[in-house]
Every structure is written in structure tokens, then in C-alpha cells.
């Protein structure tokens, strides 16, 4: 049972991360172009996921290091 429960939490976390990323990634896209496109519209881009892991590193070295 603790196994089980376990395996889905993960399994939770796996599905949210890469989502989670890609709201942030759309969220920078959508204040870099000023609002001229619609959020919905920048959410099925591509590259919203990657713009999101270096937004998240960034912040996490500007941490470190400030």
C-alpha cells in the first residue's frame, strides 16, 4: 500500500514539473511580447517548457549568488 502510494505521488510530481515549466516559460513569453498575443495563443508555442528551466536556474544562481 505505502508502495503504491508512493509510485503515484511520483508519478504526480513527473506529470507536473514539465507543465508547471512550461507556465512559467509562457508567462515570460507573454510579458516579453507586451500582451500583443493572447496567453492561450503563447501556451501552445514550443519552447515554453525550456524558457521556463532557465527561468527557474536563473533565479535559483541569482540566489546563490546575491
Known sequence: ??????????????????????????????????????YSQIFEEEWNTRIGIFVVILSICSAIYL
Do not use: H, V
Open 1 to 38: 500500500m505505502g508502495e503504491f502510494l508512493i509510485e503515484m505521488l511520483g508519478d504526480f510530481i513527473r506529470d507536473m514539473i514539465p507543465s508547471f515549466l512550461k507556465g512559467i516559460g509562457a508567462t515570460i513569453k507573454w510579458i516579453f511580447y507586451g500582451g500583443k498575443k493572447t
